[in-house]
């Protein structure tokens, strides 16, 4: 089509699109051209702003690398991960999920760590923190033998590999559910952080005056045949920051208590007080078990 008016061009290319041999590939192409284009125009984007949006486009990228994820960061700024999370699980976005977002800093190949044992693998100053999750399905009953990866910043807000204070794959341990779907770890009770701020995403928060935190969380991500492998976080339900989490992620099924006792643990009197414990439900899905990409290394 030689186009004659603005408005041909966007008929021009639903044409090209619609001749996608990919059903759900021309499905998506379609309505990303729809929107896309509604958009330009809604917004009247100038050359500027296109010339400029482009490049902030080519430096996400160039920020990408095997320890930072500048587009997970941007997605999960923007609410499109909690989104994304929220419409494709818990009956298609109807019910209450316990998925939540993998975040940038999950890793493969976590050392395996028996039920009850620490995942302290180097000095982490820190209250001490003793953690119980119970998988179970949709009707309840308890999801024996899966394996689930648990990881969470340190008390200071730092991943292990933001730190080189801390040995590699420290607050990181993989577990396998027993016959009740239960794991049990011990830890250190993890900070809220700032996300990295020193990118795009940094610069539109700035632009926004929003602060960078999220709110204190474990990781958790359980795979078992069967089932929709299971991605989640469990926030600390008195986080100061819990409902403006800078990444949109906070829902009521994946808030819980991380309850302070001031007495003496029931199992080890040596535990220096205070210490925390987290018990927590977590539901997973039917489905098909598949591994996320790692979004680092």
């Known amino acids: ?51 400029k949006a482009t490049a902030i486009l ?67 100053p820190g209250d001490p923190m003793f953690v119980t999750f119970t998988l179970v399905d949709r009707a309840g009953q308890p999801v024996a033998g899966a394996e689930v990866d648990i990881w969470h910043s340190s008390p200071t807000g730092l991943y292990e590999n933001q730190d080189p204070e801390q040995a590699d794959m420290n607050l990181r341990g993989k577990f396998i559910t027993d016959p009740d779907g239960r794991i049990r770890f011990r830890s250190v009770r993890p900070a809220g952080y700032p996300i990295p701020t020193d990118g795009v995403v940094g610069r ?14 474990v990781h958790c991500l359980a795979f078992k045949q069967g089932f929709k492998t299971l991605i989640t976080q469990i926030y600390a339900d008195d986080d100061p920051r819990l409902e403006s989490d800078v990444q949109f992620g ?14 003496p643990h ?12 987290l018990d927590h439900t977590l539901v997973m899905e039917p489905g098909v078990a598949t591994l996320p990409q790692p979004p680092i290394r």
């Open 1 to 51: 089509m030689i186009i004659e008016r603005q408005e041909q061009v966007t008929e021009a290319v639903l044409e090209v699109m619609r001749q996608t041999r990919d059903p759900r590939l021309r499905e998506i192409m379609v309505s990303l051209v729809t929107h896309l284009h509604s958009f330009i125009r809604e917004a009247r984007l100038t050359e500027e702003e296109f010339r």
């Open 58 to 124: 080519n430096e996400i990228g160039k920020l990408t690398s095997d320890t930072h994820n500048e587009a997970v960061l941007m997605a999960g700024s923007l609410g499109v991960s909690s989104l994304v999370c929220l419409l494709n699980n818990g009956n298609d976005g109807t019910t209450e999920t316990t998925q939540n977002l993998l975040g940038p800093f999950w890793r493969l190949n976590s050392p395996r760590v028996e039920d009850g044992g620490s995942i302290l693998r180097s000095g982490t």
């Open 250 to 263: 906070v829902t009521r099924a994946t808030t819980s208590h991380f309850a302070r006792h001031d007495e």
């Open 204 to 217: 539109l928060l700035a632009a926004q005056d929003r602060h960078p935190y999220r709110p204190a969380h």
């Open 266 to 277: 029931p199992d080890d009197p040596a535990i220096v007080c205070p210490w925390y414990s």
